[in-house]
């Protein structure tokens, strides 16, 4: 088990809710069928350092407000605002910084970066993908997002 970060695609209305108090509902929140999934696993730290060594303007920890303890809401213009910086940042542009041996110097979580060499790129690529889709689709449709960090 270690410290994953996802994303779930919700309303505006939906986000007004959490973000009045009800914290209940996060638990229960889930993504609807045929929308892309916004888990990104463990990769979130990497992909914060190729974001931050690319200077993409993609904070995936500060972006967002504070909904409950390991919970941010992300409102519908922010989304619509990373998805237009992720669409600028082609995975290549961000490969041209993965360096495992650094990343493992500077303890980018999971520590794993020199050990996996290329399947580390590979893992992170995979999950940039699809934080790619998930903020395309969640801003083609106007929606918010609850970020999950734990």
Request: aromatic share 14%.
């Amino acid at each position: 088990m270690g410290v994953i970060l996802s994303f779930t695609k919700v309303t505006g209305e939906q986000l007004g809710r959490l973000a009045a108090g009800s914290a209940d509902e996060l638990w229960a929140l889930e993504s609807a069928d045929g929308d892309p999934s916004g888990y990104l696993d463990k990769s979130w730290d990497g992909l914060r350092y190729l974001f931050e060594s690319a200077e993409v303007g993609i904070d995936l920890f500060y972006d967002g407000d504070l909904l409950d303890d390991e919970y941010y809401g992300w409102p519908a213009d922010l989304v619509r605002a990373t998805a237009q910086r992720l669409k600028a940042a082609p995975f290549d542009r961000l490969a041209a910084h993965y360096d495992g041996a650094a990343m493992d110097a500077a303890d980018i979580y999971p520590r794993i970066w020199s050990r996996d060499g290329e399947e580390g790129l590979h893992y992170l690529r995979y999950h940039y993908d699809a934080l790619v889709a998930f903020f395309d689709n969640a801003a083609r449709c106007g929606a918010a997002a609850v970020m999950h960090f734990g």
